[in-house]
């Protein structure tokens, strides 16, 4: 059975909770789920939010660990028993910071452990830089080839995974966006919820046409 509003199972950082739940809503959506070693997953959802959150286990993609922190094999775990589920029922998914790093890891590529402090958030705030988008990407299709986002991680793709194409980067060459070529898999590195309010001041690109298109995209189980 369908519902009006997609089920979109979110699984996100504990700490966290609120910010995704309201942008979900905003969007037309029905979240569902949290921080999934602790909560009940629901048996069927229309689409997956994978949220930021400590670095994914360097163990993942075949390396030893040396820069990883706040790690959770409890999570990383979850979260690949649900990407599994959601690829193989061809249900969205949209990956945001550690959730692109989930998405690009559980296909086969791998992370730089540490960037420095060059993308990493100054006194708990985002640094905001520009991004240049694949020009017929579905991200340029909502942002354009140029845009301002956030930016809060040290750390970032590596080798993009079979089946992904790598449509967004940093000035200085690190990678922003992964798209799937054929299935409805998005991921970010950088973080849409905190960008609603801050496009409405003029600050950055609205993370809500993002949000936008991943509901229209789970109510019609299509691409992004």
């Not at 369908?2 to 699984?11: N, Q, W, Y």
């Not at 080839?145 to 970032?156: K, L, P, Y």
Request: glycine share 12%.
């Amino acid at each position: 059975m369908r519902h009006e509003k997609p089920v979109i199972l979110l699984s996100i950082a504990a700490s966290k909770p609120q910010t995704y739940r309201q942008v979900i809503l905003t969007a037309g959506g029905t979240p569902v789920g949290g921080y999934l070693p602790e909560c009940m997953v629901p048996e069927s959802f229309d689409g997956l939010l994978l949220g930021g959150g400590g670095d994914l286990d360097p163990i993942w993609y075949g390396e030893a660990n040396w820069a990883s922190t706040d790690r959770d094999p409890a999570r990383d775990s979850v979260e690949f028993r649900l990407v599994q589920k959601a690829l193989l029922e061809k249900r969205p998914i949209l990956g945001i910071c550690r959730g692109i790093q989930i998405l690009n890891a559980f296909l086969g590529g791998s992370l730089i452990q540490d960037l420095g402090t060059a993308h990493s958030m100054v006194d708990g705030d985002y640094r905001l830089h520009t991004v240049c988008t694949k020009a017929g990407s579905q991200l340029a299709a909502l942002y354009g080839e140029r845009a301002i986002v956030n930016s809060g991680h040290h750390q970032a793709i590596r080798r993009v995974a079979p089946g992904f194409t790598a449509t967004q980067w940093t000035c200085d060459g690190v990678i922003e966006a992964i798209e799937h070529t054929f299935l409805p898999v998005l991921g970010v590195q950088w973080h849409p919820e905190r960008m609603c309010e801050a496009h409405q001041s003029g600050i950055t690109a609205d993370g809500s046409l993002l949000f936008d298109r991943f509901i229209a995209c789970c109510r019609r189980r299509g691409r992004y």
